[in-house]
């Protein structure tokens, strides 16, 4: 599966759009772009993911380059409760999840 | 509700013993499930896919002689953890694949994992 790069960490003010970016210059054609984010504890919970059109679902927001080697995954407001770590990975169909270092959000108040 | 639970949420045992975490697909149907493995501070580590009816896949360097993974039905996965040791003390989170109603098809949905603490 193709690797993707994403900063450690990032931080956002309360009530404010976030815009988390994802490199993945070796993606194939058939690769997914999920976003899953992870709580503190907790298992991972699906955000969104896209092929090649943006997506919105209402969690966030999926914007995908138009050459696909990058994405961003944008929150709209950011809460306190949008504090996790934020997972990029690419995955084929059928294929199995690899997680990445992902990016650590913190929201401040 | 949750789609995907995993029983105990947490478990402390001694040296040698062995423990046993369930996964289950709450609300859909699963032919395919994983187990990850997460230490403190790091990502997930995918140690195996498990498939209805047939024997688990194993990641390199994950012994499957220590970590038995059986897959009997299609909401329900086992992880037994053989002579667990104070270094296979983790947090081990199972994820389950399906298209069940209103899903999001072909995606992945994890349990709220599992800590486990070897004395």
């Known amino acids: 599966d193709a690797k993707t790069t994403q900063p450690n960490s990032m931080e956002s003010n309360e009530e404010e759009p976030v815009h988390l970016p994802c490199n993945h210059s070796?993606?194939?054609?058939?690769?997914?772009i999920h976003w899953y984010r992870q709580l503190p504890s907790q298992g991972p919970e699906y955000v969104i993911h896209?092929?090649?059109s943006n997506v919105n679902n209402r969690m966030a927001s999926l914007a995908i380059a138009e050459d696909r080697k990058s994405s961003t995954l944008i929150l709209h407001r950011a809460t306190l409760r949008d504090a996790a770590v934020y997972y990029c990975i690419l995955r084929a169909p059928g294929n199995q999840f690899y997680f990445g270092t992902g990016t650590s959000l913190t929201v401040i108040p | 509700g949750a789609v995907v639970s995993q029983h105990p949420s947490w478990v402390i045992c001694k040296s040698g013993t062995s423990v046993k975490i369930e996964c289950r697909s709450l609300?859909?149907?699963?032919?395919?499930m994983f187990w990850y493995r997460q230490f403190p501070k790091q990502s997930l580590m995918l140690m195996a896919t498990s498939n209805e009816g047939s024997k688990a896949t194993y990641e390199q360097g994950v012994e499957k002689d220590k970590f038995l993974i059986n897959h009997a039905s299609l909401t329900l996965s086992t992880l037994t953890v053989t002579s667990a040791h104070p270094e296979d003390s983790s947090f081990y989170i199972c994820?389950?694949?399906?298209?069940?109603?209103?899903?999001?098809?072909?995606?992945?949905?994890f349990g709220p994992g599992t800590r486990l603490t070897v004395l």
């Open positions: 896209g092929l090649t």
């Open positions: 070796t993606i194939s054609g058939t690769d997914y």
């Open positions: 994820s389950a694949r399906g298209g069940g109603r209103d899903r999001v098809i072909d995606t992945q949905y």
């Open positions: 609300d859909f149907q699963a032919t395919t």
